[in-house]
């Protein structure tokens, strides 16, 4: 990374230092195409203006790029860009710049080579298509060759199929009038290999031969459709089949994935029923005969999936918070399309119920990330993360929680906090949950604290929801413009986090955490005897209070403090109790410094926490303060 331009602050933008580029995709771009550049330390408008550089032979285009994450951004190409370049090939480099708001620099990445193809149309064509074998219905057709469109703005490539279809069943071969399926690509961002759906549409769900042909077309936008050489095919097709049930246990909110073939759904007159027979064995003894039918959702011709819920048959049949059990018999997949109902392979399934399980989701939004800034904090985000999250399992240790970084793909079912910058609602709150009522014994697992709450609104409370780390400049003796002071602003506050505030500190950049940080795992040492052991302590106390602050909303979002009855916090004060209100909670417990004990759920909280998700794991070795 190199600067262009006049410095006005004595050390760079910590939250460029990193910017590079690594790729610019797709290598042909045609009017439509949405360019996509990826590398690292992207930032949002307001802390930046992006451009992609890309200089050649030719000269210099400079084209302005919209920030998508902190590793992807995109330009919009027009006919008139594709100009700009002045050659059908372009061979030369790819730079990012940015215009820092904060210091008024231009950042510039190091430069990549790049060989860009630009075309104001593209021709499809085809090396090859699959072209016979035994597929069921909604397999992916797969083509290979060249020049496929991405769809959006550049338009689209279809197959358009024709031909006829045999029955398995006996009779003359059925012509089958010209349809067209939109293809997709197969990799993001290829125009090489693209996939399209065998669709019920063609020729049914029944099974059959089917003799026909492609026709891969180009419809780019604008332009009169394009096709490629036509391909002769022969298909048989198979009745639906499951070849797996995965994972081996699910809990209630979870999605158990039915892996076989010939799925059909997402459109009207689809549907895929899951027939289950055998008999369910409930966990410390007992069992009954099982025979019900469940409605899984379509993801694509080979996958659907199923969530554990209370509301059809098997929710009926047991407890999901409190039965688990092995269930042991068959599985058969019942396809209807239409006016036809095919009765598929039955197979042989054994699937277990696990105890209820709370997933968190901890959504870093960009605003969390840049107001680590206001703490010259931005370089060591990855660090005071893995504290966040220690933090959070520590607290709930012995409970059936788990938090993640990234957003769950296996439940259906799941807890989603932000973690946000400023507090929208404009209060100085810390954290705030805006999930609507308390939520008695965790019935919902699908609270959002953050975004906006219509209801929370409509009973006179703060709408937003979520953790605010700017709020926490609070506890400083002198916030600045950043906050203003909490009754218990603390100097050690300052201690920790002076050296280093974007209005009177140095920020932390890359050297400082040249070689590594140490991992704090008390504060003992804080504020620290030099530079990198004062980093260290930031690290660890600025995790500790927002891992804190996300544990005690979290709690309330699980129904705490005083479970099953009235009131949102614990009445009085009492050392180290997480669910006591705001102002009852110091600064130094929230830091966890000087040997002080962090916070915890009280007795019958924690008590209450191991009801209604039950572990496995032991519950640990605390002394827990009383509730009452």
Same mark, same amino acid.
């Given at each position: 990374m190199f600067l262009v331009g006049c410095a006005t602050s004595s050390a760079p933008d910590p939250g460029l230092e990193?910017?590079?580029?690594?790729?610019?995709?797709?290598?042909?771009?045609i009017p439509g195409t949405k360019l996509q550049v990826t590398g690292a330390s992207?930032?949002?408008?307001?802390?930046?203006?992006?451009?992609?550089v890309l200089s050649g032979d030719g000269g210099t285009v400079r084209w302005p790029a919209t920030f998508v994450d902190f590793t992807t951004m995109t330009i919009a190409i027009d006919a008139s860009m594709i100009d700009q370049i002045g050659a059908e090939d372009f061979t030369g480099t790819a730079t990012v710049e940015v215009v820092a708001t904060s210091d008024g620099l231009t950042y510039a990445s190091e430069s990549i080579e790049v060989d860009l193809a630009f075309r104001q149309e593209l021709d499809p064509s085809v090396a090859s298509i699959e072209a016979t074998g035994v597929i069921f219905v909604n397999d992916q057709i797969?083509?290979?060759g060249d020049g496929f469109l991405l769809g959006g703005d550049e338009g689209v490539t279809v197959a358009k199929l024709e031909g006829c279809f045999t029955p398995e069943a006996g009779g003359a071969c059925a012509p089958i009038s010209e349809l067209e399926l939109a293809t997709q690509p197969l990799e993001a961002l290829s125009r090489e290999t693209a996939v399209f759906?065998?669709?019920?549409?063609?020729?049914?769900?029944?099974? %059959?031969? @089917? $003799? !026909?042909r492609i026709t891969v077309i180009n419809k780019q936008k604008d332009l009169a459709p394009s096709p490629a050489p036509t391909v002769?095919?022969?298909?048989?097709?198979v009745t639906s089949q499951i070849f797996s049930v995965d994972p081996p246990a699910a809990s209630l909110g979870q999605y158990v994935f039915v892996k076989g073939g010939g799925f059909v759904g997402g459109e009207s007159g689809a549907l895929t029923e899951l027939e289950l027979e055998g008999t369910f064995a409930r966990t410390g003894g007992g069992s009954a005969p099982v025979l019900m039918t469940l409605l899984p959702e379509f993801v694509e011709g080979r996958l659907v999936r199923y969530v554990v819920n209370t509301d059809d048959s098997?929710?009926?049949?047991?407890?999901?918070?409190?039965?688990? %059990?092995? @269930? $042991? !018999?068959?599985?058969t997949p019942v396809v209807t399309f239409g006016p036809d109902t095919v009765r598929g392979v039955s197979t042989n399934a054994s699937f277990a119920i696990a105890p209820v399980k709370q997933v968190v989701y901890l959504l870093y939004q960009p605003s969390y990330v840049e107001g680590l800034r206001d703490f010259g904090l931005r370089a060591v985000d990855k660090k005071i993360r893995e504290r966040i999250i220690e933090v959070c399992k520590r607290t709930y240790r012995g409970v059936n929680i788990e938090f993640r970084d990234a957003p769950p793909t296996d439940f259906a079912l799941?807890?989603?906090?932000?973690?946000?910058?400023?507090?929208?609602?404009?209060?100085?709150?810390?954290?705030?949950?805006?999930?609507?009522?308390?939520?008695?014994?965790?019935?919902?697992?699908?609270?959002r604290l953050g975004g906006v709450n219509a209801l929370t609104q409509q009973d006179g409370y703060p709408g937003y929801g979520g953790v605010f780390i700017r709020s926490l400049m609070g506890f400083s003796k002198h916030p600045g413009s950043f906050a203003t002071s909490v009754p218990g602003a603390d100097a050690t506050?300052?201690?920790?986090?002076?050296?280093?505030?974007?209005?009177?500190?140095?920020?932390?950049?890359?050297?400082?955490?040249?070689?590594?940080?140490?991992?704090?795992?008390?504060?003992?040492?804080?504020?620290?005897s030099d530079r990198k052991s004062r980093v260290e302590c930031a690290v660890f106390v600025l995790g500790n209070l927002i891992g804190g602050t996300l544990s005690h909303e979290i709690g309330h979002s699980l129904g705490l403090a005083n479970p099953y009855m009235e009131g949102f916090h614990n009445a009085g004060d009492a050392p180290a109790r997480l669910m006591d209100a705001g102002g009852d909670r110091p600064f130094n417990e929230r830091a966890e410094l000087d040997g002080t004990a962090p916070g915890e759920f009280c007795d019958d909280e924690y008590e209450y926490l191991r009801q209604i998700l039950p572990s496995s794991e032991a519950a640990p070795q605390v002394q827990r303060a009383s509730c009452f």
């Open positions: 990193g910017l590079a580029v690594t790729r610019v995709a797709p290598d042909t771009i992207f930032v949002e408008s307001q802390w930046g203006d992006a451009s992609l797969q083509i290979e759906p065998f669709s019920p549409k063609i020729a049914g769900i029944k099974p %059959g031969t @089917f $003799t !026909g002769d095919v022969s298909y048989d097709l098997l929710g009926q049949a047991l407890d999901l918070r409190q039965d688990t %059990g092995q @269930f $042991t !018999g068959t599985i799941f807890e989603q906090v932000e973690l946000l910058g400023v507090d929208p609602n404009g209060t100085g709150l810390f954290g705030y949950d805006n999930s609507p009522g308390k939520d008695n014994g965790n019935e919902r697992l699908y609270d506050f300052d201690a920790i986090f002076d050296p280093f505030r974007s209005d009177i500190g140095e920020p932390v950049t890359s050297s400082d955490i040249a070689g590594g940080l140490a991992t704090l795992t008390d504060g003992f040492a804080c504020p620290g």
